[in-house]
């Protein structure tokens, strides 16, 4: 019986683990994805308005590259999005963690 607990315990640690590994990856990803996909709105908004997808984007990227200076050069604003990223990271593992306590326990 204590075996089986200790599987137990073991699997819902792997599901926190991957939980939180996907949720980390995601934030990660979207901030990175997010440029791209105002170039992407800002080209199809200009290609309703009868302007050619192509020209749409030589417009559209350097308007997003301009947005990304002001957000680069908003003081602390990068940092925080990082450590909101690194602080998660770290909230997982600590949750990952705790499940090494009740294993133990349970052994």
């Known amino acids: 019986m204590k075996n089986l607990n200790v599987v137990l315990?073991?699997?819902?640690q792997?599901?926190?683990f991957a939980l939180f590994t996907f949720i980390v990856l995601v934030y990660f990803g979207t901030m990175i994805l997010l440029p791209l996909d105002i170039v992407v709105l800002i080209t199809k908004a200009?290609?309703?308005l009868g302007i050619g997808t192509v020209f749409g984007a030589i417009v559209a990227v350097?308007?997003?590259a301009?947005?990304?200076k002001i957000?680069?050069?908003t003081p602390g604003l990068i940092q925080m999005i990082v450590d909101n990223g690194i602080e998660l990271a770290n909230l997982g593992k600590q949750r990952v963690e705790a499940f090494n306590k009740i294993a133990e326990a349970a052994k």
């Open 66 to 68: 301009y947005l990304g």
């Open 46 to 48: 200009l290609s309703v």
């Open 71 to 73: 957000v680069y050069n």
């Open 62 to 64: 350097p308007a997003v």
């Open 14 to 16: 792997f599901v926190v």
């Open 9 to 12: 315990v073991r699997l819902l």
